[in-house]
């Protein structure tokens, strides 16, 4: 098992300089690497072949290059062996569909990141504080909130600065022991639909409601209008141009915290995940409700849900999600309804509950079924949810928070 661990630095203002230079070294030879990869022919090997041979030429860059003696070897290499990842993920964006061009330089703002790959860092304990160790650079102080298990294995570490200024370590953590099997006969189950009103409307009940960003959003306006009237590339510009990211920045936090607390919850609390296999990608090209879909983030959200369903032991099942809301949940008719009809009524046997926990009953037989096992015994009529009750997104406080475990019941 693979995860990553990030922490805040809190680097003095030396400590930022040298980290900037770092910085700066490595994106000028990662533009001289790939002017070099761009110079060899196609059929002279694979890509990782020509690559490699860029990589071990620096030894003798250094001989005329003096700023690269002053950077950890294996942080060169990274920095190098960058741009065969990077080719590999537009080979990924073009077999999508996507249109991609070749790769560009990058400008100083655009490269913000280096590794140290194996060694060259350690986490240690001096003045009373922790600081992480950095060869050829520095002991920084980081904020480590959280401990790294003791049976995990630190293989790198990447240090980030964000757009806001501020600086990141994120260490990447192995595990020797395997994830946890899911179980042959699960016995608690639950079928997820995700929405925009209400996030995510569960079969057991449970209705969380949209994260509210609304205030975070208009203050992100207000920054950018600000924005535009200052003079491009003057200081009070600058000063503006970070006032826009922290605000970007903390959308982002907001939004990434509640996604983080909510699938964590789901992948701890049952044995059965089903969810929609949604195309975010085409409802981001649909010229309708566009912006409601990507602030939802439900392709984070599930991706986050299937690596920590993986951790836990947890049966990830994404379904086909045509046609969930309008089967019956009970008789399985079909019946159209427009958008605005919140309420499911069938026709046929005269079952009523609300349309995304119809939804949701739905996605977990979809989801029962493709693993080949047999319907829950609680029914859609036992557990139906009142289309008025919900649990606000603000008492997702936590990691398996009580205000989940609230259910409602028709009688």
């Known amino acids: ?122 986490l240690d304990k001096k003045g009373g504080q922790t600081v992480l160790s950095l060869s050829k650079l520095a002991d920084i102080p980081i904020r480590l909130h959280r401990a790294i298990p003791d049976d995990a294995t630190v293989k790198q570490v990447t240090l980030k600065k964000e757009p806001t200024g501020e600086w990141f370590a994120t260490f990447g953590v192995e595990f020797d022991r395997a994830p946890p099997e899911p179980p042959t006969g699960p016995e608690k189950v639950v079928g ?27 203050r992100l306006e207000r920054e950018q209008r600000a924005l535009s009237r200052k003079e491009h590339g003057s200081a009070n510009y600058d000063r503006q141009r970070r006032r826009v990211a922290e605000c970007h920045a903390d959308l982002k936090r907001k939004r990434r915290d509640f996604l983080h607390k909510l699938s964590n919850y789901y992948a701890r609390e049952y044995d059965l995940v089903a969810v929609e296999d949604l195309n975010v990608r085409g409802m981001l090209e649909s010229p309708s409700n566009s912006r409601n879909t990507a602030s939802a983030a439900w392709r984070t959200f599930l991706s986050m849900l299937e690596y920590k369903c993986e951790r836990e032991g947890t049966h990830y099942v994404p379904v086909e999600p045509a046609g969930t809301t309008k089967e019956c949940a009970a008789c399985g008719v079909s019946s159209d309804k427009p958008l605005w009809v919140r309420e499911h009524a069938c026709p046929s046997c005269g079952f009523t509950a609300d349309r995304d926990a119809n939804a949701a009953w739905n996605i977990l037989s979809r989801g029962l079924e493709r693993i080949g096992v047999g319907h829950p015994e609680s029914t859609p009529v036992e557990t139906a949810l009142p289309v008025d009750t919900a649990v606000s997104a603000k008492r997702v406080i936590e990691a398996g928070s009580s205000a989940l475990n609230e259910r409602v019941s028709a009688k």
């Open 192 to 218: 997820i639909d995700v929405g925009i009103l209400k996030y995510a409307h569960d079969t057991d009940g449970a209705a969380v409601e949209s994260l509210d960003l609304t205030d975070e959003r208009e």
């Open 1 to 122: 098992m693979y995860y990553a661990y990030k922490y805040r630095l809190e680097p003095s203002d030396t400590h930022r300089e040298e980290l900037d230079r770092h910085r700066d070294i490595c994106r000028q030879l990662y533009n001289h690497a790939l002017y070099r990869f761009n110079q060899i022919p196609e059929d002279a090997g694979t890509l990782n072949q020509r690559v490699r041979s860029i990589r071990d030429e620096l030894p003798s860059l250094k001989d005329w290059w003096g700023g690269l003696s002053d950077v950890y070897s294996t942080v060169l290499q990274t920095a190098v062996m960058r741009i065969e990842q990077n080719i590999k993920g537009l080979s990924k964006l073009k077999e999508n569909g996507y249109g991609v061009g070749r790769l560009k330089w990058k400008p100083p703002r655009a490269f913000r990141s280096f590794t140290y790959s194996q060694s060259g860092f350690k």
